[in-house]
């Protein structure tokens, strides 16, 4: 059986891992079938008789980088990538009035993978308390874009309406 050694060599983040607890199940899993991989080996039994069953993160990132596990090079590389977006991928995090459908989350994953940056993770939150839009902070950045700060910014424009709505 003969397996390819060399990966890609910039590996991706498929649209399914979001959030940095997604990179770390992916480490996770990843670490596992790796052990487990190695005891086959120890034991002398064959990958294919037993191949571990992984999950969906981990098949999406392997599909989207046509990586062989079986290969240690590649696993390691898989690894060390994870490894490195843990460490240094930007993430941002926004707060919804609502949990956000997921469709939303993939369409707003692929803008900013795409205008910011390819490794870029979300972390989402809800505060109930904005009424509508969201808030979007990161490291050093805080943007209120709620429907609440529109009207704050805008409070004597709908005072002045609410007042000549009264007079007719």
């Avoid at 034991?43 to 969906?56: D, F, N, V, Y």
């Avoid at 290969?71 to 993430?91: E, G, N, S, Y």
């Avoid at 874009?145 to 005072?159: G, P, W």
């Amino acid at each position: 059986m003969a397996h390819e050694a060399d990966a890609p060599a910039q590996l991706q983040l498929p649209l399914l891992v979001v959030s940095p607890v997604d990179v770390g199940r992916l480490i996770r899993d990843v670490e596992a079938l790796d052990n487990q991989l190695m005891q086959f080996d120890l034991k002398g039994q064959t990958h294919e008789a037993k191949m571990p069953k992984t999950s969906l993160l981990l098949e999406a990132i392997i599909d989207s980088n046509k990586l062989d596990l079986l290969v240690p090079a590649q696993r390691k590389q898989l690894l060390d990538f994870l490894a490195q977006i843990r460490a240094h991928a930007p993430v941002l995090h926004i707060s919804f009035s609502a949990d956000p459908a997921a469709s939303f989350i993939e369409k707003l994953m692929t803008w900013l993978r795409q205008e910011i940056s390819p490794q870029v993770l979300l972390t989402v939150g809800l505060q109930p308390n904005i009424g509508a839009g969201c808030l979007v902070r990161s490291t050093n950045k805080f943007y209120d874009f709620s429907l609440r700060q529109n009207f704050t910014k805008n409070r004597e424009l709908l005072m002045a309406s609410f007042k000549e709505v009264v007079k007719t």
